[in-house]
């Protein structure tokens, strides 16, 4: 009985520890950077401590700002400038002139995206720079998000991955005349539903996983 008695306890304990552990798992982040615009500079506070500033161009305008965990961004009609807690300093990507204006930016507390009609940009917390690709002429831009530890870009012939800590985009190809009906991010795996295919990327792996729907 006493033996029973404390397999219940123990059961008890690792069913709360597991609770515990889940739900401080899925915590969110703290923004660690606030920004803002004022008198023709961006600036960013990190840790409510040090203050980065960066003189923006004559008629050099915001388009798009956002902070989130690690990370804060601004996307103006010249540039993409992003911001992490590590690297301390304003990051600075410039756009051709006919960017910007279509662009899709997306902020995690780990990841920046920037998806244009050429070409999708990201920049990782952890590493502290830019990562690019290109997009297939003539392909048409449908998606761009990006949440906790992995973001994803669609355009009408490739679905590009990129995940937290990785040093490229991963790409899968679409087929021809299969159609996307479907795209749902969570923090860690993106989730591609076409008319053929079920297809997943994870922010720990290195590839697109296929499951075929006929």
Request: proline share 1%.
């Amino acid at each position: 009985m006493l033996r029973c008695r404390k397999i219940f306890t123990i059961l008890i304990y690792l069913s709360i520890l597991a609770s515990t552990m889940c739900s401080h798992a899925e915590e969110e982040i703290e923004d660690l950077i606030d920004i803002a615009e004022s008198n023709g500079k961006i600036i960013a506070i990190i840790r409510g401590i040090k203050t980065v500033s960066f003189d923006l161009r004559s008629k050099e305008k915001v388009l798009w700002s956002d902070s989130n965990g690690y990370l804060g961004a601004f996307l103006t009609n010249y540039r993409f400038f992003v911001i992490s807690t590590s690297s301390g300093a304003w990051q600075v990507l410039h756009l051709k002139s006919d960017e910007p204006g279509k662009a899709i930016a997306s902020l995690s507390p780990y990841i920046a995206l920037l998806a244009t009609e050429d070409r999708a940009i990201g920049y990782d917390a952890s590493s502290n720079q830019f990562i690019e690709t290109q997009f297939p002429l003539h392909d048409e831009l449908l998606v761009a998000e990006t949440e906790k530890y992995v973001a994803v870009v669609i355009t009408s012939s490739r679905a590009f991955g990129l995940a937290a800590k990785s040093s490229s985009f991963i790409e899968v190809r679409l087929r021809i005349r299969e159609t996307v009906e479907e795209v749902k991010v969570t923090s860690s795996k993106a989730t591609v539903r076409t008319s053929d295919r079920l297809l997943t990327f994870i922010a720990s792996g290195s590839t697109w996983r296929e499951h075929r729907l006929n």
